[in-house]
């Protein structure tokens, strides 16, 4: 038996929210450890929609819900999901969730820096969620951030403060926006702190004695490969690593833990925000895939650009994700196309890449080489055996297996959470 860790291998968006759902049903407790409130995951339990931006999907199934340091948690938004779920029935305690003590927080002055930077940006912007992920990570890092643990002593806020605004009042000074006042900041996070202390512990003493006591782990990642810090397509990526390594770090256990490795991808490709996206298709075979796939971003409601699978990429993230079996969702957004095609490489200045390339002009310059494939006629959609799947489709998919060097370990045929295919349970490793 295995922990499971669940990744995205594109630019996020693939139909996390359904996969991790139907595996949090099998386990015990559910971690999230990186991103913070800039995530979407959409949940149907019954009548019921959850939109979950920051709480472990596992709370919804009646697990425990960890929050790892790795994360950044806006306490203000943290309390704001708290309430809405529990407007929905859901009650969300010290009892089902806990929360790094060492976990960075967001703080409003966080999301005004990423917002004017980004407004600075011009027609060089990344398309950020303007939730401050970006500066509070950058504030982790620089040693100056204030800790969830920190709000019990008062005198370390304080401290943290001058620190934070002496940076921070400087740069958006500078770029014209309003600076944040210390006493207000202050009194904010007072206000604050008896509220989301109750969650606060040392999460890796919980995780440690769940992996030694055998309890089924799973960490729920958030954004994609594509999207990491390192090995995404800098600079157009969020600002922490979303590989399956993070997931131990960034909850405090050790590699060993984190278990089998699941890749979800999309049977095509989305992306929000800017940056590259060399199959990105503009027209109407674009707009097709958009509109039957629902392609609007949870967060942001911006509409996601769309494009052909592309194997060079997906194979990337299963390299440096540490991915051993890909869910493969939203085949049936493929139903009826009379002709697809799948990317194996790029061509950049006369030369063939089986890679993206890190220079971000190469990137831009990437034409992608395709392999065209026949489509076919009949549906996918609800499918709970391979048998149910046109020859046409199973081919497809198979060559996606191929190129990406990584098994179909789970099929996802429509949005509901059984009609699934499981080539293989990814807790039994
Ligand atoms: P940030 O994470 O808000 O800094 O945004 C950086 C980039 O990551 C932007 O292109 C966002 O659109 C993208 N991004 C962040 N979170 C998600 C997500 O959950 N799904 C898809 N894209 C995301």
Redesign the pocket.
């Known amino acids: 038996m295995a922990n499971v860790a669940v990744i ?1 291998a594109q ?3 693939e139909g996390k929210g359904k996969v991790v759902d139907w595996l949090a049903s099998r386990a015990e407790i559910v971690v999230r450890f990186q ?2 409130h ?3 995951h959409t949940l149907v339990v019954g009548n019921q929609t959850y939109k979950l931006s920051l709480l472990p999907s596992g709370l919804v199934r009646g697990k425990l819900g960890i929050i790892g340091n790795g994360v950044v948690v806006d306490p203000e938004a943290l309390l704001a999901e708290i309430a809405r779920v529990e407007a929905q029935g859901l009650r969300v305690t010290p009892e089902n969730l806990r929360i790094a003590e060492n976990v960075t927080l967001i703080l409003p002055l966080h999301g005004a820096i ?1 917002r004017a930077r980004e407004a600075a940006r011009g027609a060089r912007q ?6 401050g ?2 500066p509070a990570y950058e504030d982790k890092v620089a040693r100056r951030a204030i800790r969830l643990a920190d709000l019990a002593e008062p005198e370390t806020v304080v401290a943290k403060l001058d620190e934070l605004l002496l940076h921070h009042n400087t740069l958006l000074a500078g770029l014209g926006a309003p600076v944040f006042e210390k006493q207000a900041l202050f009194d904010a996070l007072m206000a604050l702190a008896p509220k989301v202390l109750p969650f606060a512990e040392p999460v890796w003493e919980r995780l440690d004695q769940a992996r030694r006591d055998g309890t089924r782990i799973l960490f729920e990642g ?3 490969v594509m ?1 990491d810090v390192d090995h995404g397509t800098y600079p ?5 690593n979303t590989v399956a390594a993070t997931a131990a770090a960034g909850s405090g256990l050790g590699p060993a833990a984190v278990g089998f490795v699941l890749g979800i991808a999309k049977a095509y490709s989305t ?5 590259p996206f060399p199959t990105e298709l503009t027209d109407a075979t674009g707009q097709l895939l958009g509109d039957r796939g629902h392609e609007f ?4 409601g ?1 509409r996601r650009r769309c494009g052909w699978f592309d194997a060079v990429l997906v194979r990337q993230a299963v390299k440096v994700g540490g991915i051993q079996g890909i869910a493969l969702t939203k085949l049936d957004v493929l139903d009826g196309l009379p002709e697809l095609r799948i990317c194996t490489g790029y061509r950049i200045g006369g030369e063939l890449f089986r890679r993206l390339p890190a220079a971000p002009g190469a990137q831009a310059a990437a034409v992608p080489e395709y392999e065209v494939m026949e489509g076919w006629s009949g549906s996918t959609q609800g499918a709970r055996s391979w048998a149910e799947l046109p020859a046409q489709a199973v081919k497809y998919v198979r060559r996606i297996e191929e190129l990406t060097e990584a098994p179909v370990t789970l099929l996802s045929t429509s949005p509901e959470r059984d009609d699934t295919i499981l080539v293989r349970d990814p807790f039994e490793g």
């Open positions: 995205g630019w996020g968006d991103g913070g800039n995530a979407g990423d990344i398309g950020t969620t303007g939730r992920i970006g958030a954004q994609a999207l157009f990526v969020t600002s922490s992306r929000v925000g800017a940056g971003g949870t967060v942001t911006r």
